[in-house]
């Protein structure tokens, strides 16, 4: 049975004034960020403080999706994750964060050693993309266990229908969010 941290408790409490937003991609986004943050905590031990970042990152990575209705998201998640930075007196998070939401679709490591929860929160996202063929080390057994306690509740399909409809009004640009 997955362990809860306080950072997925948070999570939750950070995505409820998105829901109407999101609508009914709501269940897939939460469960999205769960399994991430899930993941990342698995490929590096973190700080309660390290935890609160990836929590905050896990909710605004992928805002931008429905505050802009855009698949071009990343700039436009790291507006509503610094208001709340800066409402909450973390502002001294907000390179981080912002570096977090960026490069997380980095093809590349991202190399910063500053802020090494940059990578980790990369490796997690792509392990949940990729629905676990990519893994970074993780144990199948472990990545198994939180694909069936978080259920995908159709958010790969939501993802797949967002980015055809950008591809038929974008064709030169299929995926503006993708990095070297």
Not at 2 to 8: P, Q, V
Not at 92 to 106: F, K
Not at 149 to 155: D, K, Q, R, T, V
Not at 156 to 167: C, D, Y
Request: charged residues 20%; negative net charge; glycine residues 4%.
């Amino acid at each position: 049975m997955l362990k809860t941290t306080f950072a997925h408790t948070l999570l939750d409490e950070l995505l409820a004034p998105w829901q109407a937003l999101i609508g009914a991609d709501f269940d897939g986004y939460r469960n999205h960020c769960q399994r991430m943050m899930t993941f990342c905590f698995a490929l590096r031990s973190c700080s309660e403080e390290e935890q609160r970042k990836v929590a905050i990152a896990a909710c605004f990575h992928d805002i931008g999706l429905w505050t802009e209705n855009t698949l071009d998201y990343l700039d436009p998640s790291v507006v509503p994750a610094l208001e709340y930075l800066d409402q909450q007196g973390l502002s001294a998070w907000s390179d981080e964060i912002r570096l977090m939401i960026t490069e997380y679709h980095r093809l590349r490591a991202v190399r910063d050693p500053r802020y090494p929860l940059a990578e980790a929160f990369r490796r997690a996202d792509l392990v949940d993309f990729s629905l676990g063929l990519v893994k970074f080390g993780l144990p199948p057994a472990l990545v198994r266990e939180v694909q069936q306690s978080l259920p995908n509740a159709g958010f790969h399909p939501g993802l797949v229908r967002k980015a055809a409809a950008w591809f038929v009004r974008h064709p030169l640009n299929p995926a503006p969010m993708m990095k070297w």
